[in-house]
């Protein structure tokens, strides 16, 4: 679901503002999903095969007589369709997907994803290590905010979880444009708070452009 022009460009203004109130560097960006998540098609295809078994077993059960005269056609070519139609719908629709991702990995994956991120940006790189990123990965409709060590003993942990709070349901009702100007206008007040302010010749080091990361959410 990437972003559209429009709201590139909205964020982008939006994270120019903040910086220039708080001096500090942030960066956004949006990814499709964070892991492709393999074991999701094979379990949606455990999960229809062996729903398609029980009900030939009881198929079986309440006609035995007629269930004999199709034994091989109701042993065996339901469970294969209904199995293969439980992994298609894994494979195209995201809500029935999701459901297949186990909850531990699922946000092992994003937090990992973001960290890389972190790193790969060079987020680290700013001179008073005061670069922060917003990250929203949509398939899992989680968000992760990985701080450089210049936020420590001013911002803390649950400050930053308003922040995530303020984007959950924007995020989870499949906005996450909406979500990151949520998130950056709860930023700015939050750092306002603690005290941030611009310095000379400080911040605006990184770029303003939400990263984008297309892929299927």
Known sequence: MPLTPQEAAAIETRIASVEAR????VVTAVVGRSDA????????????ATLAACAV???????????????????VVPILAVGAVSALLALTVPEYARRFVDRARRDGEVRQYAQALFLERR????????????????????????????????????DWTTVI??????L???RPAVALLQALERVETLLAARGY?????????LSNAPIDVPGDA
Do not use: C, N, Q
Request: glycine share 8%; proline share 7%.
């Open 37 to 48: 998540y393999p074991e999701i098609v094979w379990k949606a295809f455990a999960l229809g």
């Open 22 to 25: 708080t001096g500090v560097d």
């Open 172 to 174: 989870a009702a499949a």
């Open 165 to 170: 709070d303020a984007m959950t349901p924007h």
């Open 123 to 158: 987020i680290s790189a700013t001179r008073l290590r005061d670069g922060v990123l917003i990250l929203a990965s949509v398939f899992e409709r989680r968000v992760e905010i990985v701080a450089d060590v210049g936020f420590e003993g001013r911002v803390s942990p649950a």
């Open 57 to 75: 077993v009881a198929l079986d059960l309440w006609r035995p007589d007629w269930m004999t005269a199709h034994a091989l056609w109701f042993a």
């Open 197 to 205: 302010a611009p310095r000379p010749g400080v911040g605006g080091e």
